[in-house]
């Protein structure tokens, strides 16, 4: 199983050492076989972790190795900390950032050639998921358009952008429709659900059938609730 925290803008340096530390300690004893923790702090975060249960990741950065682009992190910034996992396709990006499918394309294969492992976001609007699952499937579908399904560091995530933040987890029955669906596109790659997942629904999402793991927004922010999604 895995479970990946996205910290979005949120947490300090500090306290983000205070949290990885805190996770290490913790954890110490080891992971449930066959479990993985990745982390996204924001990017005044990064920094060089040592740690034998979580890999460090960055929530986004630019598809060069250093250049004029103001405002982004390139290759050369990752290398430095050595961070070598990326989040690439989140909705807020694509709908508050305005990321268009090529400029993501342009990314994935940027960084696919760097050889970093990549969770890369899909989801639909509520006005897509109004329409019903036919629709649903095409409009996720469409977000795999010049991507490399086939490239084996890749692990994919599924959030519904209504379900995002709202605290409405979407049911068992559409994550579970929606995950064997898309199991027929990427293959065995893992596949994430995102959504509103907290302690309380954990265990429910992650016995569904097709579920590889969770990406855990607002939850994650505090590390016990974390732990407790983990150990749970």
């Known amino acids: 199983m895995i479970y990946a925290a996205n910290f979005k803008t949120n947490h300090t340096r500090r306290t983000t050492k205070l949290y990885l530390d805190t996770l290490q300690s913790r954890l110490k004893n080891g992971l449930k076989e066959g ?13 060089t972790h040592s740690s034998d249960v979580f890999s460090l990741g960055a929530q986004n950065a630019y598809p060069a190795h250093h250049g004029a682009f103001t405002g982004e992190i390139g290759l050369e910034q990752l290398e430095e900390f050595s961070i070598k996992t990326l989040l690439i396709g989140h909705s807020e990006r694509r709908e508050l950032l305005g990321e268009s499918q090529e400029a993501i394309v342009q990314k994935y294969q940027f960084f696919q050639e760097a050889g970093f492992e990549i969770i890369y976001c899909i989801g639909e609007p509520l006005s897509v998921r109004e329409k019903g699952f036919e629709a649903v499937m095409q409009y996720l579908i469409s977000q795999f358009e010049g991507i490399d399904v086939a490239y084996d560091k890749l692990i ?3 959030e519904p952008i209504w379900a995002i933040g709202t605290g409405r987890s979407a049911t068992v029955e559409e994550i579970s429709m929606t995950h064997r669906a898309l199991k027929k596109v990427i293959g065995d790659k893992a596949l994430l659900y995102g959504g509103s997942v907290n302690p309380q629904n954990i265990q ?3 016995a569904i059938a097709g579920v590889d793991g969770v990406l855990v927004g607002s939850a994650s922010l505090d590390v016990e609730k974390f732990l407790e999604m983990i150990q749970a």
């Open 35 to 47: 479990s993985r923790v990745f982390l996204f702090p924001p990017s005044t975060a990064l920094d």
């Open 156 to 158: 994919v995530a599924y």
């Open 204 to 206: 429910e999402i992650t």
